[in-house]
């Protein structure tokens, strides 16, 4: 399963490149490229077991801490990138890959410190694991942050996402995550 998670995000990520940078083969001088880390609070809400079923927990919550990986590229009004995320907490995982698309509402300069807010989409492929539940699938949603470039090759991200599913036993994942991104 997660051979195929790594496929999906592969390929996603060139799909990434291809809309931030002028082209998949050269990105423009105004794009950067970046990599990055996150570390986020989430919640995974969902039934646990059919109704009827022994066990049955209707909209079960887990929360705990997820850790993703990020590679993308932005530019002045646009940021695209590829995130790979994993949650494992209260007798529910996940393993996720998804495209995530921003658009830059505005850039205000603090001394040193650039602040940009966003509203974006995002879309991927996801594996659930939850009680009885094994489900692959997909999850597409929304998120609203800001980045803050402290230097010149790092930025700090600090976004909300929520994405649904179209699984039978998943409804949603939410998440507040931080990011650090190093551009080069």
């Not at 850790?67 to 209260?90: C, E």
Request: proline fraction near 2%; charge should be negative.
């Amino acid at each position: 399963m997660l051979r195929k998670v790594i496929a999906v995000a592969l390929v996603l990520g060139m799909g990434a490149f291809a809309y931030a940078g002028d082209d998949v083969r050269q990105i423009s001088e105004e794009s950067e490229v970046f990599v990055g880390v996150e570390i986020g609070g989430t919640m995974v809400q969902g039934d646990l077991d059919k109704p009827g079923g022994p066990l049955y927990t209707q909209n079960y919550d887990g929360t705990g801490a997820s850790i993703g990986l990020r590679l993308g590229a932005q530019n002045a009004q646009w940021r695209s990138m590829v995130l790979i995320d994993y949650f494992d907490k209260d007798a529910q995982s996940y393993e996720r890959a998804m495209v995530q698309v921003d658009y830059y509402l505005m850039a205000q300069n603090f001394n040193t410190v650039s602040f940009r807010p966003y509203l974006g989409v995002n879309g991927g492929y996801m594996n659930y694991e939850g009680g009885t539940a094994d489900e692959n699938g997909f999850t597409y949603g929304g998120q609203v942050g800001f980045t803050a470039a402290v230097t010149q090759n790092i930025d700090f991200d600090l976004a909300y996402r929520y994405s649904v599913t179209t699984f039978d036993e998943l409804d949603h994942v939410g998440n507040v995550a931080f990011g650090v991104n190093y551009l080069y």
